[in-house]
């Protein structure tokens, strides 16, 4: 089962009823095709002609990636609720969850039999809903380590990016070799697109076989160029 805004809206007015007297207002629940997260609740912040900061224009962003059941949906929209409920009452809490967040998180799990948590953790299979399939090409920088290991980096395709990443951990004691690759697998949606010298490690086997097909790259340390 996935969101959908006539579900959305349908539960949010029946856990507002049961969960929080009905005094949360009506408030833009938006459908999203988000991978990094299930749900979001945002607002706009402002400063008041006095100096204090006000908060406005709220909104529960609901990804319709995952298929989950009912009962999870229902858990991840009261999770953004209780965000809602902190903020649209201008109650102070420490951190996003923070001990105002979790007191009301276990009050409703007690009193309503919910099981809402600080993160969705999900199953494997739900994770690999949530992982964009579209193809689209990346630079993907592989290193061999010192001690043997091999692991992978995707980095942003812009020239001055890929030759600071490129400089910066070819000059470390700790890195054998760096190959960069252009691919358009999908597999490699799922890392994080930087330049930050930060890698992450992989089977050599893993690696190899996302690989067929890419373009190998050469780089000197001042200019990228196709290998031919």
Request: glycine share 6%; net charge positive.
């Amino acid at each position: 089962m996935r969101f959908s805004p006539t579900y959305a809206i349908r539960k949010f007015n029946h856990f507002n009823q049961l969960c929080f007297d009905g005094q949360l207002p009506p408030v833009n629940i938006e459908m999203c095709d988000s991978k990094s997260y299930l749900g979001q609740c945002t607002c706009k912040v402002r400063r008041k002609a006095d100096g204090t900061k006000e908060k406005y224009d709220f909104r529960i962003r609901l990804s319709l990636r995952a298929d989950l059941p009912e009962d999870e949906l229902d858990d991840i929209l009261i999770h953004e609720m209780i965000h809602y409920y902190i903020d649209v009452n201008h109650f102070h809490d420490s951190s996003a969850h923070g001990p105002l967040f979790r007191m009301k998180m276990a009050s409703i799990n007690a009193n309503y039999g919910r099981h809402i948590t600080i993160s969705h953790k999900g199953t494997k299979e739900q994770k690999e809903q949530m992982q964009d399939k579209r193809p689209r090409w990346h630079v993907v920088a592989v290193l061999t380590m010192t001690n043997g290991k091999k692991g992978i980096k995707v980095l942003p395709r812009v020239l001055p990016s890929i030759l600071k990443y490129y400089n910066g951990v070819i000059s470390s004691p700790q890195v054998q070799a760096v190959e960069l690759f252009m691919s358009d697998n999908v597999f490699f949606n799922r890392y994080p697109n930087s330049s930050s010298l930060r890698y992450h490690e992989l089977d050599e086997s893993v690696i190899e076989s996302n690989l067929q097909g890419a373009e190998k790259m050469g780089c000197d340390g001042t200019r990228v160029f196709r290998n031919r």
